[in-house]
C-alpha cells in the first residue's frame, strides 16, 4: 500500500460513515456514502493534498485506490 493509499484511507475512515475500515477497492456509491459526503471528502482530499479534482474527474475515479493514483499523478 503507498503512503497517499494510506493517509486517503485514515482520511475515509476519520470522515466517512463507513462500518469497519475503508476499503480501496470499492466504490464510495458501494459504501453507501452520500454523494453530499463524496464531495465534502473530494474537498478534504483536495486541501490535505493540495491538488484540485475537478467535478469530471473526479466522475472518473471509482475507489480509494483510483483517487489515490490521481492524487499522485497531480503532485508529481
Do not use: C, H, W
Not at 4 to 12: D, G, I, V
Not at 44 to 69: G, Y
Amino acid at each position: 500500500m503507498t503512503a497517499t493509499e494510506n493517509q486517503l484511507q485514515a482520511l475515509a475512515n476519520e470522515n466517512l460513515n463507513i462500518s469497519g475500515s475503508a476499503n480501496l477497492d470499492a466504490g464510495l456509491s458501494d459504501s453507501d456514502v452520500s454523494s453530499m459526503d463524496a464531495v465534502a471528502f473530494i474537498k478534504l482530499v483536495s486541501k490535505n493534498f493540495n491538488v484540485e479534482i475537478p467535478p469530471e474527474d473526479f466522475a472518473q475515479i471509482t475507489s480509494l485506490r483510483s483517487l489515490a493514483a490521481y492524487v499522485d499523478a497531480q503532485s508529481g
